[in-house]
């Protein structure tokens, strides 16, 4: 994982996946890696460690919201 801050400059947008999920569905997307782990152990009720943060694209961020 990428230990340096992320740029002020780009937009950064992330998917929480449960860890068992092969085909990495997202359960929860956000701006804020730590926000979107957070919204994904609310909606389901299990602990943060149970998922995984990938950073998407702008155009699959807005697909996943909407």
Known sequence: M???????????????????????????????????????SEITGLPRDNFEVHEVSKAEFAGLRA
């Open 2 to 40: 990428n230990t340096l801050p992320p740029s002020p400059e780009f937009d950064y947008y992330y998917k929480a996946c449960r860890k068992d999920d092969p085909n990495a569905k997202a359960v929860a997307v956000n701006e804020s890696p730590v926000a979107v782990l957070a919204a994904a």
